[in-house]
């Protein structure tokens, strides 16, 4: 049962521009949100989380907005750069007793930036 | 570089052989994740360990265990391998295990069962 979902697997953008990744999830429990880059070979990076009492929050070139009602939230980058291109990948947790920690990953997007 | 090591990098063994994952935490953390990311099912959890102690269990075989030691390293053990269980062993690390906490990831190991 796949309760958070990365419904595009790829995503091309050219470089300075926004580079946009959604991410969907099932379970209303779920209450601290992230993203993680991951090159090649390596294990994933974190970039940017979100907790379920915000809908914002921003680091740099990388923006997470949340919407609860819609059970969405979405990675905006900009602008983008080469060294951006990787697999990012949303998780998600919930603060429930048979759950703590445990992160629920998206099956990721494959994000390629072109000069 | 997260802070966290896992060793080995790779390897490769043949079906029915059992090995053995490390990993050490980034400094100061105290609890300890393993998963499992294979071709068809992305990233898996497996099983989280805190100060020593089982916290929270996924989908984890009964032929994988786990534990963490003393000095907050951790080991995967993986038995009766099958070809299926080839697949990329991340080990993540995280400060006390709450839910609200940002979990930091190892380089992971490959793991190639022939």
């Known amino acids: 049962d796949q309760q958070v979902k990365q419904n595009s697997p790829s995503l091309s953008v050219q470089e300075g521009r926004i580079s946009i990744l959604n991410c969907d999830y099932t379970?209303?429990?779920?209450?601290?949100f992230l993203w993680y880059k991951k090159y090649p070979a390596e294990g994933p990076t974190f970039l940017i989380s979100?907790?379920?009492?915000?809908d914002k929050n921003e680091d740099g070139r990388f923006t997470v907005f949340l919407n609860k009602s819609a059970k969405h939230l979405s990675l905006h980058i900009v602008p983008s750069q080469p060294g951006d291109s990787a697999v990012y990948f949303c998780?998600?947790?919930?603060?429930?007793?048979?759950?703590?920690?445990?992160?629920?990953f998206g099956a990721g997007t494959q994000v390629v930036v072109t000069p | 570089d997260s802070g966290v090591t896992q060793t080995p990098k790779h390897l490769i063994t043949a079906t029915g052989q059992r090995v053995t994952l490390r990993c050490s935490p980034r400094?100061?953390?105290?609890?300890v994740y393993w998963y499992q990311q294979s071709l068809d099912q992305g990233l898996q959890f497996l099983i989280q360990y805190y100060n020593g102690e089982e916290r929270a269990k996924g989908n984890i075989l009964e032929r994988f265990s786990a534990q963490q030691f003393p000095d907050l390293h951790s080991e995967l053990n993986l038995s009766s391998l099958e070809l299926g269980d080839s697949a990329l062993y991340f080990c993540a690390s995280s400060v006390s295990g709450g839910a609200v906490e940002t979990q930091y990831f190892g380089p992971g190991t490959r793991l190639l069962v022939l």
């Open positions: 379970n209303s429990m779920f209450d601290y």
């Open positions: 979100i907790s379920s009492i915000k």
């Open positions: 400094s100061g953390d105290l609890s």
């Open positions: 998780a998600a947790s919930a603060m429930t007793t048979d759950s703590w920690g445990k992160l629920q």
